[in-house]
């Protein structure tokens, strides 16, 4: 489960809209990912 729990942290840090890493989303999609990302981490009690 720990390496879920990196994935989506990953997946966040390439939507906040800071070059490093690159964000592979963009625009309006990013803030809709992002809410569903972190919605998910909420689901599933990651640390």
């Known amino acids: 489960m720990v390496e879920a729990y ?3 942290q990953d997946a966040l ?4 809209g800071f070059p ?3 964000d592979f989303v963009i625009g309006p ?3 809709e990912l ?4 972190q919605d998910l981490r909420i ?3 990651c640390p």
């Open 20 to 22: 490093k890493p690159p």
């Open 34 to 37: 992002v809410s569903m990302i």
């Open 43 to 45: 689901d599933l009690a």
């Open 29 to 31: 999609a990013a803030s």
């Open 6 to 8: 990196d994935q989506l």
């Open 13 to 16: 840090n390439s939507t906040d």
